[in-house]
């Protein structure tokens, strides 16, 4: 499969832990996103990276979020110390350079915060 | 700023019947318009986008979209629905800064109904 990896799929974890989720984008893709999707919601774009680079952030992505990119690979994100509201489904998504080009998502990490 | 608005949560058709998913945004320049669609627990599926040229977009699994730009819609439509087509639909639009983000309407469900 050459989509778009992210790995866990699922994570329960206390509430004051550390967690932290990998996406493999497409091979060839510079572009990488981070959305959070609530219940009931759109995906909320939280940070981007263009190769190694993180270029923006969101207003949502606290301190406690952690975003990396090394090598322009894969991606981590880490949510320290964490809290019920951080609950949700995490997106990795990747695209190719372009305006033209569509993004491709993940499967997604669904977080749930006890 | 930039946004997408879903009018309805909910669309409900019965089976072999068309369908119209609607969508209206709001964006400063030209707008790149996007159709994904979600089944339950999974990432998001792209479906179609509008960047320019012909109004009348075709994309995956016999969906189309129409792209009206007097009215700021980009309705997603389908000739004869069919009970798999049953999910969550979602319509974006691209930011216009050069990151490539995607804003999200909040989401449509649709039941088709055999």
């Known amino acids: 499969d050459t989509g778009v990896s992210q790995d866990p799929r699922h994570k329960i974890t206390k509430r004051g832990q550390n967690v932290t989720f990998r996406c493999d984008p497409i091979s060839e893709h510079n572009r990488l996103y981070w959305y959070r999707q609530t219940l009931g919601q759109g995906p909320e774009f939280l940070t981007y990276f263009q190769n190694e680079a993180q270029l923006e952030k969101s207003r949502l992505l606290s301190d406690r979020f952690s975003a990396e990119r090394p090598k322009g690979s894969f991606s981590t994100l880490e949510i320290q110390r964490t809290e019920q509201g951080d609950s949700a489904m995490y997106l990795c998504a990747s695209s190719p350079r372009g305006r033209n080009t569509e993004a491709f998502f993940g499967q997604g990490t669904r977080l749930t915060v006890v | 700023a930039q946004s997408v608005a879903q009018p309805e949560d909910q669309v409900n058709v019965a089976e072999g019947n068309p369908l119209t998913v609607k969508c209206t945004y709001s964006?400063?320049?030209?707008?790149?318009l996007f159709w994904y669609v979600q089944y339950p627990n999974r990432g998001l599926q792209f479906l179609l986008k509008?960047?320019?040229?012909?109004?009348l977009v075709k994309g995956s699994y016999g969906f189309e979209a129409e792209f009206n730009k007097s009215q700021t819609s980009f309705h997603l439509k389908k000739p004869s629905a069919l009970v798999s087509d049953s999910a969550l639909y979602f319509c974006a639009v691209r930011d216009s800064s050069n990151t490539g983000k995607l804003i999200f309407g909040q989401g449509t469900t649709l039941q088709v109904k055999p």
């Open positions: 509008y960047i320019t040229g012909d109004n």
């Open positions: 964006v400063s320049g030209n707008p790149y």
